[in-house]
């Protein structure tokens, strides 16, 4: 099955620095890649998304970039501001709608 | 349109007994995947549902199932819950339509077995 490695598993930024998240996985058929955050004691949330057929895709301060030959993707949040310090994990599915979680990243943004 | 809603938010069982927990879908999505989050071993697969049937499954022992109603709704049930089975369980649910689809999480049933 498909195996989703996240690193790293903690990162501490200043505010205004950039936050780079990098996942990797291992099943050459999955096709969309979610990136979600999750805040203490709150559900995980989409923050964005990519698929297969997309090199790279921007939402104001985040981005998301694939590497299909190289099986990895990664987040990219600048701007760095408090409010972004939470959970973010990056997830891999199939086509038939099955995914797997990368382990998850702690972020923090330090005032 | 209303979110993905979970009951109980909370249960506290004993070693030994079962537990059933509820997911209600966005109305209109009919596949429905169940997940258990622990510290550190981020969101495990547990099963998707979709139109009634388990389309997929997570490497969980037998004590773990769920089912699907016709009305989309899910529920998961766990039976003869062992310590390492306290975990927030957090259901998702999407639109059946492309292979694969954005996941609407619900806030979780937070579980916990003494």
């Known amino acids: 099955g498909e195996n989703v490695e996240q690193h790293p598993s903690t990162l501490s930024v200043q505010e205004g620095d950039s936050a780079v998240i990098k996942c990797t996985y291992s099943d050459s058929a999955s096709n969309y890649f979610p990136w979600y955050k999750q805040e203490l004691g709150k559900r995980p949330q989409l923050i964005i998304d990519i698929r297969s057929n997309v090199g790279e895709k921007k939402d104001q301060r985040i981005a998301v970039t694939l590497n299909k030959t190289a099986k990895h993707f990664s987040l990219h949040i600048t701007e760095t501001q408090p409010e972004d310090s939470a959970v973010y994990f990056c997830?891999?599915?199939?086509?038939?709608?099955?995914?797997?979680f990368g382990t998850g990243t702690s972020l923090t943004v330090i005032p | 349109k209303a979110g993905v809603t979970q009951t109980p938010r909370y249960l506290i069982k004993t070693r030994g007994q079962q537990v059933t927990l509820s997911c209600s879908p966005i109305?209109?999505?009919?596949?429905v995947s169940w997940y258990q989050q622990t510290p550190g071993q981020g969101l495990q697969f547990l099963f998707e549902y979709f139109s009634e049937t388990q389309r997929n499954k997570g490497n969980f022992p037998g004590r773990f199932s769920g089912r699907q109603f016709s009305n989309s709704r899910s529920e998961m049930n766990v039976s003869t819950l062992e310590l390492g089975d306290s975990a927030l369980y957090l259901c998702?649910?999407?639109?059946?339509?492309?292979?694969?689809?954005?996941?609407?999480f619900g806030p979780g049933t937070r579980l916990t077995v003494l």
């Open positions: 998702a649910s999407s639109l059946p339509f492309q292979t694969a689809d954005t996941q609407y």
């Open positions: 109305s209109g999505h009919r596949s």
């Open positions: 997830a891999a599915s199939t086509p038939f709608n099955q995914f797997y």
